[in-house]
């Protein structure tokens, strides 16, 4: 079955809402663990709009499963990753005036930097994944580039999944699965994704890990954190 790595961004967008401590993100990503999620995934942006330095620093001797740094190629950014040294590190890309994370990265436009910053982490010992769109040629750049994971973005399918027209942005990712599998890539998803939308996606045999965040901690405002990502993995897990 597919991992699950929760993704706290929200819980410090909730918090940095009023500046103070509350909710801990700390906290937070105990109650995850605790409740059966496999890791951690946070998004250190340019802005620090939710997720701060500290987070960061704090979550790396807290987390015990898997933690995961999804991050822009911005070089303090990235100057902080290798200081904590997480796990792995999703680069994805990044806009000041976005609301949320849209769309998958240009692997071909940034293919050189990519190429130096993944080096550089994979000498490190960290994993590196790329955040793509779901198209077998950016599949192909991303193992040129020396990524060892691709994340697919799956927030096309999901908006699509939401209108009850699917099929088309279904294929690409199935598509895009299935190469990584030829060529030997890791695969993970993410973006958009909730208990419904996640199950035809489930059949991917090759699937590693999914990040989700948004659905969990809107989910918990009604059920609890550990409720909510209970729920999630019993769909995961075909227990639902």
Known sequence: MARLCV???????????????????????????MSGAHGITVHLREDRRHIQDKDVIDLKKEVKGTYNLE??????VIAIAKKVCPNQITI???????????????????????????????AMGIIVSLFIEPDVETVELSQKAGAGYIELHTGTYCEAFAKGDYLYELDR?????????KI????????????????????????HEFNIGHSIVSRSVFVGL????????????GKI
């Open 184 to 207: 030997g890539m890791g695969l993970n998803a993410g973006h958009g994704l909730n208990t419904s939308n996640i199950v035809p996606i489930l059949p991917i045999e090759n699937m």
């Open 7 to 33: 993704n706290v961004d929200h819980v410090a967008t909730l918090r940095q809402a009023r500046g103070g401590i509350e909710p801990s993100v700390i906290d937070a990503a105990k109650l995850c663990e």
């Open 173 to 181: 990712i199935f598509t895009a699965a299935e190469h990584s599998k």
């Open 226 to 237: 550990d409720n909510a990502v209970k729920e999630l993995l019993s769909v995961i897990n």
């Open 71 to 76: 991050m822009a190629l911005s070089d303090d």
């Open 92 to 122: 994805v890309p990044e806009k000041r005036e976005e609301l949320t994370t849209e769309g998958g990265l240009n692997v071909n436009n940034d293919f050189n930097k990519l190429k130096s910053v993944i080096g550089e982490f994979t």
